[in-house]
């Protein structure tokens, strides 16, 4: 390591740890931690700017629907919900206390189990391989290798003794988490890096500082902080407050990615393309409301829904997810008449929002509380989850939130359909209405993990367990997917 970076990392994280804690309610709110006062930053523009911004075409159409958003559970704090692959419900909460930790729901997350884990302000569930992670604060991840019931405390503060201030050791706290090629990786919020684990949390390895230096102006040279990672087409993509970069494990090397990050904080791979969304408050009518690419060096944009109030469209995108037909997301930072008068003309609304169309048109669905975060999204077979943040431990609206697939239309999980093709997984068969050119199968860093020619039928039983990308070929008709393992 070069001392001009040791030091400078030393100096920018002290300045670091000083807003980390303060980064949880920050970001949970959508507010960007950095102290960034670019004009691309909580903007509030006027119904003339918004109308004239419509009439160029730069905002895409949305359509309100009448659906029934419920509350499953209440839970104060809700902070992180997770589907396991054999169908466990877990979920965490923002307890500053540290009086909280994880639970478990074996019924659709009517009821709670809370397990015995000591609480580390577990922010983000992760599974692959036999195993579900959480990572947290204070350097902290919790490992479970029985679907959620019981966990351990993993600790990755070794690594970075000596390598960043003693100080700073103590703020170290991560949410971004994947697996790639046998390896676990973790990205550190407080200016620690991305680490990597050959041994599923037990050890821990840097990879390439220099190569992931930034140039900040007004504080120097300092690795950035990380709030997601991905595994996309053979390379690891970490996303920071200023800056994304591109990871090739073979050469232990970052190199900076071409597109503006401003806390790139959610992503999901939908047909194939990675599509992101930025997590920071905005109400810019010339932004992208999501960003996606195909091969990470051409970025493109996805316009946003059109403004329900003068208010604006929020593009703070706090979750982000994706089936076989549609791409739904979720912010905080929504606005809908204050329905108690005297008061504020606006009051802060959740909105949710899905596309079966990547982006050209958008299908807005209200019914989420008032003042409520929501800041996870996830799916079965029947149901959109969402966890519902409020800061307050006694507002019965926190909790899980859950709408029907049946009352979105056009969303699902089932196959894409041809005309008169059609394929689709079941009982670990991925089985085709005719005999198909080719069946191919990719784990979602476009892998190629099982395929065939000329078949109707290909076991895919023996394959790792994990979430899957299937396309399956008859001359020019194409069929696409996703599954769990």
Known sequence: MRQSEKSNNRTSLKKLQIWTKEARVMSVAGFNPTGLTTTD?????????????????????????????????????????????QGTFLLSDLDYERNGGIYYSEDQGKTWVKTEVKDYIYNRFYEADGYIWAVGESGRIARSSDDGRTWEVLNYTNALKGVVDDKALSYLV??????????????????????????????????????????VGGVGEIVDSYYNLMAYKGYIYAFGAYSVHRYDPSADLWTPVDVRSNFMGVATIFNDRLVCGRSVTNYDPAEDYLVWTEDGDTWKGIMAPEPRTEYGISLNVRAIYSDDKCIYTAGPDGREKNPEQPGPEYVQAPEFYYTSDFGLSWTYVPGLPLKGFPLTLTGDDDYIY?????????????????ISRKELEGAGVASVEGTGFSAAVGNGVLRASAVADRMVVRNLAGVVVAEAQGVASMDVRGIEKGVYLYEVSLGSEKVAGKFVR
């Open 386 to 402: 969402t966890a519902v943040y409020y800061p307050q431990p006694n507002v019965e609206e926190s909790g899980l939130w859950r």
């Open 174 to 215: 991560a949410y971004a988490i994947v697996k790639y090629d046998g390896r676990l990786y973790i990205g550190d919020f407080a200016g620690g890096g991305v680490l990597y684990s050959e041994d599923n949390g037990e050890s821990w390895n840097l990879t390439d500082r220099e190569s992931m230096t930034i140039n």
């Open 41 to 85: 930053m909580r903007k509030t523009f006027s119904s003339a700017l918004l109308k004239a911004a419509v009439a160029a075409c730069a905002i895409a159409a949305w359509q309100p629907v009448h659906a029934g958003w419920e509350q499953v559970s209440s839970h104060p704090c809700t902070y992180a919900h997770f589907i396991t692959s």
